[in-house]
Structure formats: structure tokens, C-alpha cells
């Protein structure tokens, strides 16, 4: 059974950094292309960075480029997200999520994923 765990999260004063993990069991990570989502209280769910399988394609959110870098250690089967420059508006849940196989849609698409971390929090305070 893949299993997506995301420990910790955090609070950080506005143009801090904070760096997010996920760690993947159940499969064959180094196969899988990755993703991480954001949802704000009251806002739909939305895309933040995707990563290809190898690492060596990433895409970002225009709200997070430049500050934001996803990476992935295929080892240690896990993603990361390296968070700068965090505003306000940076405050959400986050999630890590596993495209389908074979998806050709958009990555930010959130119907091309099929696993979903728990969520970890992530408040940014002015």
C-alpha cells in the first residue's frame, strides 16, 4: 500500500524559510513523478511545484517561483519542498501527492495525482 507521510510543518515569520519533506513507501519512488498542493481556509486546492521522476524537470506556480524549490532524493524516497521568502499568503495546508502513471494531462491538474499525503500546516505570520 503507498503511503505518503509528511512530518511537521510549522510557523514562520514572514521572509522566513521553512523546508517540507514526504517521505513514500509501497512502491517504486524513483518511477513516480511528484507533486505538492496548497489549500487556504476557504480556498480551493492548488498547485504549487510538481518534479519528474529522474528530478531533473520541476514546475512551479507563478505565486512560488523563485522562492520555492522542489526536490527529491530518490534514495531516501522522498520529496522536498524548500520554502523562501514566505509571505502571508503562503499560509495553507500543504499536501505532497503521486501523479497517476501514464497521466498526460497538466501537472496541475489534481485529478492526475492518486495519492495524497496528510497535510501538514504551514503559517506564515506577518
Known amino acids: 500500500q503507498v503511503q505518503l507521510v509528511e512530518p511537521g510543518g510549522g510557523l514562520v515569520q514572514a521572509g522566513g524559510s521553512l523546508r517540507h519533506s514526504c517521505a513514500a513507501s509501497?512502491?517504486?519512488?524513483?518511477?513516480?513523478?511528484m507533486g505538492w498542493f496548497r489549500q487556504a481556509l476557504g480556498k480551493e486546492r492548488e498547485f504549487v511545484a510538481g518534479i519528474s521522476a529522474t528530478g531533473g524537470t520541476t514546475y512551479y506556480a507563478d505565486s512560488v517561483k523563485g522562492r520555492f524549490t522542489i526536490s527529491r532524493d530518490n534514495a531516501k524516497n522522498t520529496v522536498y519542498l524548500q520554502m523562501n521568502s514566505l509571505k502571508p499568503e503562503d499560509t495553507a495546508v500543504y499536501y505532497c501527492a503521486e501523479r497517476r502513471p501514464g497521466f498526460a494531462g497538466r501537472v496541475a491538474d489534481l485529478y492526475g495525482y492518486q495519492y495524497w499525503g496528510q497535510g501538514t500546516q504551514v503559517t506564515v505570520s506577518s
Open positions: 509501497g512502491h517504486t519512488f524513483s518511477n513516480v513523478r
